[in-house]
């Protein structure tokens, strides 16, 4: 008897013992759980790894500021054109001088029409004689409340274009309510601005006349495009500089009340900044434009209305 109730104890520890050993595995989740983390674990490194490696390259990369390779790789067969639309320097004979600026920027994703001139007539007579379609601009930036810099945009708003109009912020607030009501988009500007991977707005800039300038990426370096560059060009340069090396700048340097000795410190100060390339025009006065021709030689580029610069073939043209 005292042997049947061994064995049945004996019978009873193993059963008890069979089970603490099936319940947990009962509990199917523990095992297969287990044997499923390691293939999703296996598995997320590689996609994050993923991620990492391939598809931050083109859109990263082309915004971060990062000079030197990085830009060599971006738009090496993408040039962006440079069409100086509306100025008071005379370049393309066809076409009329009239005080004010705008440039025409076009890249493989946008168009951007920087400044609109003076006025309406003279900056669509201009476009068209340019072979640009005003519908083509994408976007205006705007640089500041000139009326030699605003004055054409009623005109490019009567025939539909454009699509977005980028202002500073501190702009009168009876001129942005008018341009909101003709635009689908009215964009204030304060900071600096991502307009496309390849454009940027340095965004409000100086402290009497506010002004903002346009930052393009390209192949070459940099391409800083001012309006009258009220701030000071250098500061603009150096402000643009947060994004990498600048190959041209160009615009208006508002020189033209400076003395000869002001100039030339300006023009040190830009190559001492590392631009390779200067393009002055507009208010930047005769006086600076040659004294920017003599120190810059082979890299200045003379800069009127109907001058054409392609960067990426490096072609000046009319
Ligand atoms: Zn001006
Ligand atoms: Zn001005």
Redesign the pocket.
């Known amino acids: 008897m005292a042997r049947l109730i061994c064995l049945l104890i004996l019978a009873a520890c193993m059963l008890g013992l069979w089970l603490a050993h099936q319940v947990p595995s009962a509990f199917a989740p523990a095992p297969s759980k287990q044997q499923a983390m390691p293939v999703q674990s296996g598995d997320a490194p590689a996609a994050v790894q993923e991620q990492i490696t391939a598809p931050p390259t083109p859109p990263t990369q082309r915004t971060l500021p990062i000079p030197g390779e990085s830009q060599e790789a971006m738009m090496s067969s993408t040039p962006i054109t440079l069409t100086v639309a509306y100025d008071n320097n005379a370049f393309d004979a066809r076409l009329k001088t009239a005080w004010?600026?705008a440039c025409v920027v076009e890249t493989p994703g946008l168009t951007v029409l920087f400044d609109t001139g003076g006025d309406g007539p003279t900056l669509m007579t201009n476009l068209e004689m340019l072979g640009i379609d005003p519908r083509r601009i994408n976007s205006v930036v705007l640089s500041h409340y000139?009326a030699?810099?605003t004055g054409g945009l009623d005109s490019l708003l009567e025939v539909g274009a454009p699509e977005a109009v980028y202002v500073p912020q501190s702009f009168p607030a009876d001129f942005k309510t008018n341009v909101a009501k003709r635009v689908r988009q009215l964009v204030e500007v304060h900071n600096p601005m991502t307009i496309t991977d390849q454009i940027r707005i340095t965004g409000e800039l100086g402290s009497n006349i506010i002004e903002q300038s346009l930052i393009i990426e390209t192949n070459r370096g940099l391409v800083v495009l001012t309006?009258?560059a009220h701030p000071g060009i250098v500061e603009i340069v150096r402000q643009a500089k947060t994004y990498g090396e600048v190959h041209l700048a160009i615009g208006?340097f508002h020189l033209m009340n400076e003395s000869a000795s002001q100039i030339t410190s300006v023009v040190t100060a830009l190559k001492g900044l590392g631009v390779q390339k200067v393009a002055p025009c507009?208010?930047t006065g005769d006086t600076a434009r040659q004294l920017f021709r003599d120190q810059f030689g082979a890299n200045f580029i003379l800069a009127g209305v109907g001058t054409i610069i392609v960067i990426g073939e490096e072609v000046q043209g009319q």
Request: glycine share 30%; charged share 10%; with cysteine.
């Open positions: 004010g600026f000139h030699d810099h309006g009258c208006g507009h208010c």
